[in-house]
């Protein structure tokens, strides 16, 4: 009896608190986990396709399943995670911020332009402008994860064949953001965030447009259902990477520029590394990582999207529709009272 007493007194405490909590946290909240989560289920694929993108030769002779056996041959089983420690560290504030502020743009572009329709177009122009903010206060943390996925280090005392350079330039997130900002100072931290802008807003608005309008045509009973959710993910960021990955592949060469042989030709502006590496490298280049992103993606955004609609429902975060009505509410409330007043 004192037991059941003990977690329904829990259990009202924890109600409590998410009662309390502000809706823009409960969001932040609920974008932290779904990215985080989703992010460390694909690290390994991950890394393969940072080391694909950037074009090292030992790992793409060998094609994706040889690139496995190599990293497991030479780093172990944490060879696979190599960068991911900066990759959760990015993705949990991006991951917060993207789902915040697209739910915030879109309930402001509602209060601001009520004549605005409610469709996709909407979850378009609300997911761009997320995913814009969201790179622009994360990307150090994403440049810091790819230098450090880029390292190939082999086991000490060992030579192993195949692999180019066994040296560790940076030893941790810290080492490599110290390193990085005495080299090139705040500019270098940002190396390569023109492309990442450039591509962020049409990938994070077609994401949401794509994953919104599926789920319009979803059932009212089925809404909830995982399996559901998941397929709208998948469906939703296989389409939205797609039209944008050769921006991603310039960015991830841009980031590692210092990292190559000093032989190679500098990457200045975006628009002239785009030209540069399909001149040089072949329009194939554009594409290297591609397939391995697929598999990346389907798990990675499936997995984001279903954990952000449970976390929301955990928390008690309303519907579109519901914070929609709460929003002109409350604004109906404040003119109502200024009339008064």
């Given at each position: 009896?004192?037991k059941?007493?003990?977690?329904?007194e829990?259990?009202?405490?924890?109600?409590?608190?998410?009662?309390?909590?502000?809706?823009?946290?409960?969001?932040?909240?609920?974008?932290?986990?779904?990215?985080?989560?989703?992010?460390?289920?694909?690290?390994?694929?991950?890394?393969v396709?940072?080391?694909?993108?950037?074009?090292?030769?030992?790992?793409?002779?060998?094609?994706?399943?040889?690139?496995?056996?190599?990293?497991?041959?030479?780093?172990?089983?944490?060879?696979?995670?190599?960068?991911?420690?900066?990759?959760?560290?990015?993705?949990?504030?991006?991951?917060?911020?993207?789902?915040?502020?697209?739910?915030?743009?879109?309930?402001?572009?509602?209060?601001?332009?009520?004549?605005?329709g409610?469709g996709?177009?909407?979850?378009?122009?609300?997911?761009?402008?997320?995913?814009?903010?969201?790179?622009?206060?994360?990307?150090p943390?994403?440049?810091?994860?790819?230098?450090?996925?880029?390292?190939?280090?082999?086991?000490?005392?060992?030579?192993?064949?195949?692999?180019?350079?066994?040296?560790?330039?940076?030893?941790?997130?810290?080492?490599?953001?110290?390193?990085?900002?005495?080299?090139?100072?705040l500019?270098?931290?940002?190396?390569?965030?023109?492309?990442?802008?450039?591509?962020?807003?049409?990938?994070?608005?077609?994401?949401?447009?794509?994953?919104?309008?599926?789920?319009?045509?979803?059932?009212?009973n089925?809404?909830?259902?995982?399996?559901?959710?998941?397929?709208?993910g998948?469906?939703?960021?296989?389409?939205?990477?797609?039209?944008?990955?050769?921006?991603d592949?310039?960015?991830?060469?841009?980031?590692?520029?210092r990292?190559?042989a000093?032989n190679?030709?500098?990457?200045?502006?975006?628009?002239?590394?785009?030209?540069?590496i399909?001149?040089?490298?072949?329009?194939?280049?554009?594409?290297?990582?591609?397939?391995i992103?697929?598999?990346?993606?389907v798990?990675?955004?499936?997995?984001?999207?279903?954990?952000?609609?449970?976390?929301?429902?955990?928390?008690?975060?309303?519907?579109?529709?519901?914070?929609?009505?709460?929003?002109?509410?409350?604004?109906?409330?404040?003119?109502?009272?200024?009339?008064?007043?």
């Open positions: 009896m004192g059941k007493g003990e977690e329904r829990m259990g009202m405490f924890f109600d409590g608190i998410i009662e309390s909590m502000p809706l823009f946290v409960k969001e932040l909240i609920a974008g932290g986990v779904a990215g985080g989560l989703a992010k460390t289920a694909v690290a390994p694929l991950e890394r396709k940072i080391l694909f993108q950037t074009r090292r030769a030992e790992f793409h002779s060998v094609g994706l399943f040889g690139s496995f056996k190599k990293i497991a041959k030479t780093e172990g089983v944490m060879g696979f995670y190599r960068g991911n420690g900066a990759s959760v560290a990015r993705i949990v504030p991006y991951a917060a911020l993207h789902y915040m502020t697209y739910e915030q743009y879109r309930r402001w572009i509602i209060d601001s332009f009520p004549g605005i409610r996709p177009v909407l979850d378009l122009v609300a997911g761009s402008f997320a995913g814009g903010t969201a790179v622009l206060f994360t990307y943390l994403d440049l810091v994860r790819t230098k450090l996925a880029y390292q190939v280090v082999g086991p000490p005392k060992i030579n192993v064949k195949g692999v180019v350079n066994t040296e560790q330039v940076y030893n941790g997130i810290l080492d490599c953001f110290s390193k990085t900002y005495r080299g090139s100072g500019r270098g931290l940002y190396r390569g965030v023109a492309p990442s802008l450039y591509g962020i807003f049409p990938y994070a608005g077609l994401k949401f447009y794509f994953y919104e309008e599926m789920k319009r045509h979803v059932p009212d089925q809404k909830k259902n995982i399996m559901v959710n998941l397929v709208c998948s469906v939703a960021g296989l389409l939205g990477q797609t039209f944008t990955y050769p921006l592949v310039v960015r991830r060469q841009m980031q590692v520029q990292l190559l000093s190679s030709p500098e990457l200045k502006g975006t628009m002239e590394t785009l030209v540069m399909a001149k040089n490298q072949g329009w194939k280049q554009l594409f290297s990582g591609l397939s992103n697929y598999l990346k993606v798990p990675s955004v499936a997995i984001g999207f279903t954990v952000y609609d449970m976390m929301k429902s955990y928390l008690r975060v309303p519907s579109h529709d519901e914070a929609v009505i709460e929003v002109v509410t409350n604004k109906g409330n404040t003119q109502t009272s200024s009339l008064h007043t």
